[in-house]
């Protein structure tokens, strides 16, 4: 693997990891039908049945199966095909639990996603309260902050008139009293 595959590799995996952050906290919630190796590879069997490699692979089986005995290279199975009949039965019979089986395992991880999903969205709406609450929380302190500001200007303003008045009231007196 090359370099660049690798870094590939690394940033589509830190993004999985990244997207599924929040279902951490419900990975430990088994399915119905556990985990074990009979539920995992039941499930991965009825996921097969529905891929196009299965539905071409059966109807070249089924084909030959047909055309063998037609033609009398063998007679297995002879016209009206008991035997190929009887096949699809058994497939039937074991296919419609396992993708049952398979449905319920994906409606269970369905269900755990959508707790997750409803969870993180709680956490979000939680979070941006907060922050609305801090926003205001500071733009009241900024407000006051700004009426001090402006009282402690207004003030100064009073303070540099009065003293600038007595200089003049201080200035007056000592040169009035020189001039006598």
């Known amino acids: 693997m090359t370099q660049a595959e ?3 590799f690394d940033h589509e995996t830190k993004a999985q990891q990244h ?3 929040f279902h951490r906290p419900h ?3 088994a399915s119905t039908f556990g985990d074990d190796w ?3 590879w039941a499930e991965s069997f009825a996921r097969f049945f529905g891929t196009p490699k299965f539905l071409i692979g059966q109807t ?3 084909a030959a199966w047909i055309g063998v005995n037609i033609a009398g290279w063998t007679s297995f199975d002879v016209y009206p095909f ?3 009949n ?3 039965s058994l497939q039937a019979a074991y296919a419609a639990p396992l993708i049952l089986l398979a449905q319920t395992r994906q409606a269970d991880r369905d269900k755990t996603s959508s707790i997750a999903d409803a969870e993180h969205r709680e956490e979000l709406h939680r979070a941006t309260l907060e922050r609305e609450q801090k926003t205001a929380d500071q733009t009241a302190l900024l407000l006051r902050m700004v009426e001090q500001n402006t009282s402690l200007t207004e003030t100064i303003k009073n303070l540099t008139e009065r003293v600038e008045s007595l200089t003049g009231e201080v200035h007056k007196s000592v040169c009035g009293s020189r001039g006598a």
Do not use: D, S
Request: proline share 0%; with cysteine.
């Open 27 to 29: 990975m430990h919630l």
């Open 19 to 21: 997207f599924f952050r």
């Open 86 to 88: 009887l096949a699809f």
């Open 38 to 40: 009979f539920a995992q």
């Open 6 to 8: 690798t870094a590939a």
């Open 60 to 62: 070249i089986v089924c």
């Open 82 to 84: 008991i035997l190929l």
